[in-house]
């Protein structure tokens, strides 16, 4: 499954970091996106989903909810549908957006969801 993790982190500390070592870890691949990176955890960091050069599976999205809305029409026009809104990146304005958008928000830690845990990345 190729995933984008959108607000990834060369923090280790930062959830961004840790979905990219979790979702790695778990034999997915991983597009870090980051404008202001060059490399995470030894991965290209993209300026933005669209210039990633391969079809998305699933969007992970760690930025507050008024950067969220910013991106969330180059995360429709990657054709990626659906779209993890991480603890601290939603609310109602950006899940309506991406409702209307043609995305499926899903409202949960995207770590979890794939059986892991943060904690097993610090």
Do not use: W
């Not at 490399?39 to 950067?67: H, M, N, Q, R, W």
Request: with cysteine; hydrophobic share 40%.
């Amino acid at each position: 499954m190729n995933v984008a993790v959108i607000g990834a982190s060369s923090n280790r500390n930062k959830f961004g970091n840790k979905a990219v070592r979790s979702y790695r870890a778990h034999g997915h691949s991983v597009y870090p996106v980051n404008p202001g990176e060059a490399a995470i955890e030894g991965l290209p960091a993209f300026k933005s989903i669209e210039d990633i050069p391969a079809d998305i599976d699933v969007t992970l999205v760690y930025l507050p909810p008024a950067v969220t809305l910013t991106v969330l029409t180059g995360i429709a026009r990657k054709g990626t549908r659906q779209l993890y809104l991480n603890p601290g990146s939603e609310n109602d304005t950006v899940v309506a957006r991406a409702r209307e958008l043609g995305l499926e928000p899903i409202l949960a830690c995207s770590i979890m969801a794939i059986g892991d845990s943060p904690s097993h990345y610090s």
